[in-house]
C-alpha cells in the first residue's frame, strides 16, 4: 500500500508541474507553486525530484525525442543520404514539400503528447530542435542571397527573428483549442508552405539589392 501511494504522489506531482509549465514557461515555473498545485509540502516534493529541471526533463523526454528524430530524419536527403544544404538553388516545391511533411509529422507527436509539445515549443530553454532546424535553414537562404560577409550580426539577426516568426505561428496555430486536430494540420502546411515561399519571393527581389542593410549616402 506504501508503494502505491508513493507512486500516486509522483503522478501528482507530474500533473502538477505539467499544468505550472504550461502556463507559466519553464523560466517562471516554481518549485513552490509545483508543490502547492501537487497538494503537498515542498519538502515532500524535493524527495521525489531534485529540481525543476529533472522534473520538466521527465515530462517532456519521450516528445523531445520524437521531434528530434523528425528534425534529423527530414535533415538528411533521402536519395543521396547527405544532409540537406538549402540555398538559392534550392527548389521552392521541394522545399514546400518538406515543409508539408513536417507539419504532418509533428501535428502527429502533438497528438500523442499536446502538453508537453507546448511545453517545448514555447520554452527554448527546455528544448530548440524545431528553432534550430529553421533557424539553418532560413540562415542558408538568408547567407546565400546575401553574399557580402560584413554584415553578418545584421544577417543573423533577420535569421533568428523569421525563425522565432515562423515558431510563433506554429505555437498560435496549436494552442487553438477551438479547432481539430485535422484542421490544425491543414492550418500548420498552409502557414508553413506560405511563409517559404513568402521568404524566398522577398529575397529574390532583394537580392541584387545591397542597400537592404545599406542606406546609400547621398552624393554631394
Known sequence: MAQYLKEEQRQAIIE????ELQEKGYKDASMRSIASKADMTVGNLYRYFKNKEEIQEYIVSSARD???????ELSVD???KEARVFNIRTDINELSELMDQLA?????VYQRYPTEFMILLTDDTVDDSIMSWFTRTIRSLVHQHFLF???????????RSYALAICGGMKEILKNEEISIENKKSILQTYLHS???????DLNQRN????FFHIPTPEN
Request: hydrophobic share 40%; glycine share 0%; aromatic share 4%.
Open 149 to 159: 560577409d560584413e554584415q553578418q550580426q545584421e544577417r543573423e539577426i533577420l535569421t
Open 16 to 19: 502538477a508541474a505539467r499544468a
Open 195 to 201: 511563409f517559404i515561399v513568402l521568404l524566398d519571393s
Open 66 to 72: 520524437e521531434i528530434n528524430r523528425i528534425i534529423k
Open 78 to 80: 533521402t536519395v543521396s
Open 104 to 108: 504532418e509529422r509533428l501535428i502527429a
Open 208 to 211: 541584387d539589392t545591397y542597400s
